[in-house]
């Protein structure tokens, strides 16, 4: 890629040398090529300095040999763009942007700049690339580079057809252009057809031109596809050993499917040969970390969690795993060949590099083949995640996919997994956001046959979100029309890699147009009351809020049923469930609180507080059974909470349910509480009533070892010595 890079920019090279070193390259003849670029070191030219080391990956030496060859022509805009192309490669994108700025201050419309910027742009998946390339291209309609990068946007929203389109349009100005053929090859090789032509055309123009295979590696990967992405990046390093770009991605894919040891290697080396970019830095940082972190095998699933809570989490995340394979593998009709691992990360930043790069990025959980990582309940504040939502939306993504042999467009796929995670649980998976409301009253719902482009290049913030919600309710409204059954149908199609347009026609009957027109009428009209009803709502809870501020109860509970109804869907900061619960505990009505907290939790409300209240409330009106429905609820959102696990176990042993009592009182122990002797004395009261004779009395002991003159544990030692 960085090489590669020099020949557009062959018009305006100021010697002959450069050019020499540019065709040694591109003819294969590495060695000639690398001969080339050392004797170019050492040249008076800064300029022609700073070429030939970055082409040598002599970053440092290039950087400074830069700066110099700006001092001597600060005025020379072409040198900025080339610099800011080695600090875009090396990951320096601010400082890569700004220059291409300077140039354009330079020189407006410098079509090298536009394309720097629009490059910048596509890294970050931002959509505005487009724009970019095209003002590029209106400033030099010869240029190719802006060309294939309309082409490779196209190619990630999925769109084969637009790609190959401007593929052919760079291939028209330059017929040996290396980067459009790879365009094209890449479009084959999805399409799985491995004797692509022009893959051939390629390797006869430049037998070492591994950049083929890295750029098909990469839209592989970026279609799920790791295994055979990883197979691709091999080959572009068997053709060229120094494309250090692809050796860092097939290490950070290696790393995404677990194969550390692998991985290392190969970052190791881009690092040594001073990659030192954190695309190769971080992931080498969190393969280091990996130590903190322990791994449970256990039939045919492993966990891998943070040593730190490990034993908190392990059992709530272990049934919940091993409850959701099973009932995959029903709906599914399908085993999986290997075993699932669930990696879950207490640190944020870790599970943010250990997804690295990803687009639309659903920033909870991420699935590679089989393995899925996913934020710890612990690492967000209390009531903002459901974990084991995204337990079971990431696990629907390894079923789908290895159905399909992750053949399966994004949207598909992620509609299937929002689904999913109410289909587990109606409480779970994402409620209705101001953001969809705004969309749908707005009509930016994208045409099913376009929904990809929603999660790879937003075009207005949050069309990622709308997206999600949008892929999702595609599913239920097929799910509701035409049964399960069909999206199992639809799975399959996919897999035989037909478009979202055939399979909708072959499938559905119906042309994608229809379909769209007959779901955006049912969406409409499932959420008619909150979109028309928004703005009032908006007004309401002002009111509301006011009413609140003088204490007037009366009035909350007369005016806010109605306004709560508006938008059903809203459980967040000030929702009106627990706005009347309040108002109820104000006027004594405990009976009329609990029955409006009842109503949050099933409309998704995920406060644990309000959830312990309810609990507590369930309790007091002498109805146990529903106090430990509520209180299970927040395992399932905030586990790290030694009052929850307390109060849950004494419910659970007086109801009789002693496996479920030695469960929370586990968590209990686990989390450390500053009474110890109380919570072993408890766990070994769950363990004697589960006729756990043993484990009771190892529990018993070690609460008497914390504090030797607990009476109730000294009690309970002599029942279980008679
Ligand atoms: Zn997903």
Known sequence: MKLCGLFLLAAWLPAQTLDTCRQSYRRGNLEDATRCYQALSSSRDPYLRAEASWALDRYQDANEAFKEALKAQPKNPDYRVRMGRLYLYHEQKQDAVDLFGEALELKEDHAGALTGLALAASGGFDSAAVKIAEKALAADPKLVEPRVLLASIALEDNNPQKAAEEADKALRVDPQSLEALSIKATIDLLDDKPDTPYLASILKLDPAYGEAYQTAGRFFVLNRRYEEGIALYRKALELNPRLYEARAELGLNLMRLGHDEEAKQHLEACYKAGNTYPSVGNPLRLMDSYKNFRYIKRGNIVLKLHEKEADLLEPYVEAELQRAVATYEKKYKFRLDRPVQLEVYPDHEDFAVRIL????????????????????????????????????????????????????????????????????????????????????????????????????HPSYPDQVVVSYYQAGRVCTFIERKWGFGKLLEMTHAFGELKTTDV???????????????????????????????????????????????????????????????????????????????????????????????????????KNPDSLKLLARLFEEQGRPKDAIQALSRINYIYPRDEELHRRLGDLLLTAGDAQGAVREFRALVAMKPLDQAASYFNLARAYRSAGQREAAMEQVLLSLEAAPSYRPAQKLLLDLSQ
């Open 357 to 456: 790069g990803m687009p639309g990025m659903p920033a909870l959980g991420v699935t590679f083949v089989n393995v899925v990582a996913m934020d710890s309940p612990t690492s967000r504040k209390p009531g903002e995640y459901n974990w084991a939502s995204t337990l079971w939306h990431e696990l629907s993504h390894v079923y789908t996919l290895a159905a399909t042999r992750q053949r399966m467009p994004r949207w598909f796929t992620e509609g299937v997994a929002v689904y999913e995670e109410t289909a587990a649980s109606p409480e779970w998976g994402d409620r209705l956001s101001p953001h969809v409301i705004l969309a749908i009253r707005d009509k930016k719902l994208l045409p099913v046959a376009e929904l990809d482009r929603g999660f790879v």
């Open 503 to 605: 399979v909708i026609r072959e499938q559905l009957g119906l042309a994608p147009e229809a379909f769209d027109k007959q779901f955006l009428a049912w969406v409409e009209a499932e959420t008619k009351v909150t979109v028309e009803g928004f703005e009032s709502w908006k007004k309401g809870m002002q009111r509301i809020a006011e009413l609140v501020k003088k204490e007037q109860y009366d009035d909350v509970i007369r005016e806010a049923p109605a306004i709560r109804d508006l938008y059903a869907d809203y459980v967040e900061d000030g929702n009106l469930y627990v706005v009347l619960a309040d108002a109820w505990l104000a006027k004594g009505d405990k009976k009329s609180a609990a029955a409006e907290l009842e109503r949050y939790a099933r409309a998704g409300g």
